[in-house]
C-alpha cells in the first residue's frame, strides 16, 4: 500500500509555533535522544528553532519558580473541575469553547498549554508574540484559532516531559508505544505519577492565574484516564463526546496525517493501512478503560452527549449538561450558546467519503462504541 500523502490542511507556516516549543532543554533533549535523533534533513530547521526555544523556557521556567512556586504550591482549586473527553474529533474541541463562554469558568489557552512552566511569568511579553506568530485557522480543519484559544491539556503535559500518547507524533516513522497508555490503568507507574504531577501543578498554576474559576479543560485521551482523573480530582465532572464512528474514523485518519506532516521531526512513511490500524487500536485501548469505569459515577458528574444531538440543538443540549450535572446558570449559558452558533453561520465540515469494505471494517471494531452511544446500524 503506498505511504500515506499528506492531508489537505490550511497553511502552516515554518516560523508558526509548534507543539514541542513550550519543552525545557533537558526534556526536549531526552525526547530526540530516546528516538535517536533521527531527524530528516528537511527538518534540521525546526529541530533548531524548537532547541533555541527550549534554552529560552528553561531560563523562564526558573524565573516563574523562583517567583511564584510556592504560591503555587499552596494554591486550592476554587471547585472541581469539569473534563470534556471523548474521542478525537468527536466533537470536544466545539465543547470546549462552548463550556469556556461562561464566564465563572476558566479554561487553558494556546498560551498557557504550551508554555506551562511560565506563562504567570512570561505572559506580559510572549502572549502578544505568540498571538501574531500563530495562524488564524488550525491545520486540521478551518477552525480559528488564536493564542487565547481553549487548548488541550495534554499539550502542557508535553512540555513538561510527561507520559502522553502525543509524544508519538514528534516521531512518526519510530517504533511506539506511547498509545498504549490510553489504557491508562496498565500505564507504568512512572508513566501515571507523571501525568498526575505535572497536572496538578498546571492547574494549580491556572487557578492561580483565575482565582475563584471553575476550570474547564479538554483532552481526548482523558477518555482513558476517567478512573484516575476522578480519583485525583474528587468531585470532578465529566462531559463525554461520542460521534458516528464512519465520520471518526476518517477525521482522525486526516487529523494524525496533519499533525505528523506539520510538526513531526521526520516525513512520515507509513501507509493509509498502518494509519487505520493505528486509529482502531487508539480507540480500543481508549474505550477499554472508560467503559471499565463509566458506571461508577453517578449522573451528576458525567453525562454523554451525542455529537449530532449538539449540533442540532445546541442551546438545549448545553442546558441539559448544566442541569444533570448541577452546574449554575443555565438559562444564561444558553444566550452565550446562541450568539455563539450565530456567528459561525455557514462554517462547513469536512466531507467524509468511505468505501463499502472500510464501514464494514469500522462497524466490527467499533462495535462496543456504536452500541453504547446509539450507532448501531
Given at each position: 500500500?503506498?505511504?500515506?500523502?499528506?492531508?489537505?490542511?490550511?497553511?502552516?507556516?515554518?516560523?508558526?509555533?509548534?507543539?514541542?516549543?513550550?519543552?525545557?532543554?533537558?526534556?526536549?533533549?531526552?525526547?530526540?535522544?530516546?528516538?535517536?535523533?533521527?531527524?530528516?534533513?528537511?527538518?534540521?530547521?525546526?529541530?533548531?528553532?524548537?532547541?533555541?526555544?527550549?534554552?529560552?523556557?528553561?531560563?523562564?521556567?526558573?524565573?516563574?519558580?523562583?517567583?511564584?512556586?510556592?504560591?503555587?504550591?499552596?494554591?486550592?482549586?476554587?471547585?472541581?473541575?469539569?473534563?470534556?473527553?471523548?474521542?478525537?474529533?468527536?466533537?470536544?474541541?466545539?465543547?470546549?469553547?462552548?463550556?469556556?463562554?461562561?464566564?465563572?469558568?476558566?479554561?487553558?489557552?494556546?498560551?498557557?498549554?504550551?508554555?506551562?512552566?511560565?506563562?504567570?511569568?512570561?505572559?506580559?511579553?510572549?502572549?502578544?508574540?505568540?498571538?501574531?506568530?500563530?495562524?488564524?485557522?488550525?491545520?486540521?480543519?478551518?477552525?480559528?484559532?488564536?493564542?487565547?484559544?481553549?487548548?488541550?491539556?495534554?499539550?502542557?503535559?508535553?512540555?513538561d516531559g510527561a507520559a502522553t500518547p502525543y509524544r508519538r507524533i514528534a516521531f512518526p516513522n519510530n517504533?511506539?508505544?506511547?498509545?498504549?497508555?490510553?489504557?491508562?490503568?496498565?500505564?507504568?507507574?512512572?508513566?501515571?505519577?507523571?501525568?498526575?504531577?505535572?497536572?496538578?501543578?498546571?492547574?494549580?498554576?491556572?487557578?492561580?492565574?483565575?482565582?475563584?474559576?471553575?476550570?474547564?479543560?479538554?483532552?481526548?485521551?482523558?477518555?482513558?484516564?476517567?478512573?484516575?482523573?476522578?480519583?485525583?480530582?474528587?468531585?470532578?465532572?465529566?462531559?463525554?463526546?461520542?460521534?458516528?464512528?464512519?465520520?471518526?474514523?476518517?477525521?482522525?485518519?486526516?487529523?494524525?496525517?496533519?499533525?505528523?506532516?506539520?510538526?513531526?521531526?521526520q516525513l512520515p512513511k507509513y501507509d493509509d493501512q498502518w494509519l487505520k490500524e493505528y486509529v482502531f487500536?487508539?480507540?480500543?485501548?481508549?474505550?477499554?478503560?472508560?467503559?471499565?469505569?463509566?458506571?461508577?459515577?453517578?449522573?451528576?458528574?458525567?453525562?454523554?452527549?451525542?455529537?449530532?444531538?449538539?449540533?442540532?440543538?445546541?442551546?438545549?443540549?448545553?442546558?441539559?449538561?448544566?442541569?444533570?450535572?448541577?452546574?449554575?446558570?443555565?438559562?444564561?449559558?444558553?444566550?452565550?450558546?446562541?450568539?455563539?452558533?450565530?456567528?459561525?453561520?455557514?462554517?462547513?465540515?469536512?466531507?467524509?467519503?468511505?468505501?463499502?469494505?472500510?464501514?464494514?471494517?469500522?462497524?466490527?471494531?467499533?462495535?462496543?462504541?456504536?452500541?453504547?452511544?446509539?450507532?448501531?446500524?
Amino acid at each position: 500500500m503506498p505511504a500515506a500523502k499528506p492531508a489537505k490542511t490550511n497553511s502552516y507556516p515554518p516560523w508558526a509555533p509548534r507543539i514541542w516549543n513550550g519543552m525545557s532543554v533537558g526534556h526536549y533533549f531526552r525526547m530526540l535522544n530516546e528516538n535517536r535523533f533521527q531527524i530528516h534533513p528537511l527538518k534540521y530547521p525546526m529541530t533548531g528553532l524548537v532547541g533555541g526555544c527550549s534554552v529560552i523556557n528553561s531560563v523562564l521556567n526558573r524565573c516563574q519558580r523562583l517567583r511564584f512556586e510556592d504560591r503555587i504550591a499552596n494554591t486550592q482549586l476554587a471547585a472541581p473541575p469539569i473534563f470534556i473527553i471523548g474521542h478525537w474529533r468527536s466533537g470536544t474541541t466545539l465543547m470546549h469553547e462552548l463550556m469556556s463562554l461562561d464566564r465563572s469558568s476558566a479554561y487553558p489557552s494556546n498560551f498557557e498549554a504550551f508554555v506551562p512552566r511560565h506563562f504567570l511569568f512570561s505572559g506580559w511579553f510572549f502572549y502578544p508574540l505568540i498571538n501574531l506568530l500563530m495562524p488564524q485557522k488550525r491545520p486540521m480543519d478551518s477552525m480559528t484559532m488564536s493564542a487565547d484559544s481553549p487548548q488541550e491539556d495534554d499539550f502542557a503535559l508535553i512540555s513538561d516531559g510527561a507520559a502522553t500518547p502525543y509524544r508519538r507524533i514528534a516521531f512518526p516513522n519510530n517504533p511506539d508505544k506511547h498509545h498504549q497508555q490510553l489504557r491508562f490503568d496498565q500505564a507504568e507507574e512512572e508513566q501515571q505519577a507523571s501525568v498526575q504531577r505535572t497536572l496538578d501543578h498546571f492547574l494549580k498554576s491556572l487557578t492561580l492565574r483565575y482565582p475563584d474559576k471553575r476550570l474547564v479543560l479538554k483532552s481526548p485521551p482523558h477518555t482513558g484516564r476517567i478512573a484516575q482523573l476522578a480519583r485525583w480530582f474528587p468531585d470532578a465532572k465529566f462531559i463525554h463526546m461520542a460521534r458516528h464512528p464512519h465520520k471518526l474514523v476518517s477525521s482522525t485518519m486526516r487529523l494524525w496525517k496533519s499533525l505528523d506532516h506539520t510538526q513531526s521531526f521526520q516525513l512520515p512513511k507509513y501507509d493509509d493501512q498502518w494509519l487505520k490500524e493505528y486509529v482502531f487500536d487508539c480507540q480500543r485501548l481508549m474505550y477499554e478503560s472508560y467503559f471499565d469505569f463509566r458506571d461508577q459515577l453517578p449522573s451528576e458528574r458525567l453525562i454523554e452527549i451525542n455529537f449530532e444531538d449538539l449540533v442540532a440543538s445546541p442551546e438545549d443540549t448545553v442546558a441539559r449538561i448544566y442541569n444533570q450535572l448541577k452546574l449554575d446558570d443555565a438559562e444564561a449559558i444558553k444566550l452565550q450558546v446562541r450568539q455563539y452558533f450565530d456567528q459561525r453561520l455557514g462554517h462547513k465540515t469536512n466531507p467524509v467519503n468511505l468505501d463499502d469494505g472500510l464501514k464494514a471494517e469500522i462497524d466490527q471494531h467499533w462495535q462496543p462504541y456504536a452500541e453504547v452511544f446509539g450507532y448501531k446500524s
